[in-house]
């Protein structure tokens, strides 16, 4: 079991930034891929950013890229997203999640943005852009 819990979510401004936090505990994550996802009230979910535990491989979905990234400290079993240059249409609760998905993929590859890869969740954190 992996418990994962989010942080850092807010109300800013556009053009702001933020950075979110997963704290991920409960197992040893190296054969885990990270990833963050969004769902604004009325919309489908959405894949954020996706990183390997154990490799230096992300995977920047086309809504985040030159503006979001993802990164990660091992020793403290944290996982990160970085905001910047916030939008209204932005706002949404923000998921981290775990999928531990090397013995499909292989740990060395870019990390899935599917959904159904991942299957830890946390809480979310609400993240709310005004214009």
């Known amino acids: 079991q992996v418990h994962l819990v989010e942080s850092g979510g807010g109300l800013v401004q556009t053009g702001d930034s933020l950075r979110l936090s997963c704290a991920a505990s409960?197992?040893?994550?190296?054969?885990?891929?990270m990833a963050w996802f969004r769902q604004a009230p009325g919309r489908e979910r959405e894949f954020v950013a996706a990183?390997?535990?154990?490799?230096?491989?992300?995977y920047i979905a086309n809504l985040a890229l030159g503006r979001f990234s993802i990164s990660k400290d091992t020793a403290k079993n944290l996982v990160y997203l970085q905001m910047d240059s916030l939008k209204p249409e932005d706002t949404a609760v923000y998921y981290c999640?775990?999928?531990?998905?090397?013995?499909?993929?292989?740990?060395?590859?870019?990390?899935?943005?599917?959904?159904?890869?991942?299957?830890?969740w946390g809480q979310g954190t609400q993240v709310t852009v005004s214009s």
């Open positions: 999640t775990a999928g531990d998905d090397c013995s499909t993929y292989g740990c060395d590859t870019v990390p899935a943005p599917e959904a159904y890869e991942y299957n830890y």
């Open positions: 409960g197992r040893a994550l190296s054969n885990y891929a």
């Open positions: 990183t390997r535990w154990s490799a230096d491989r992300t």
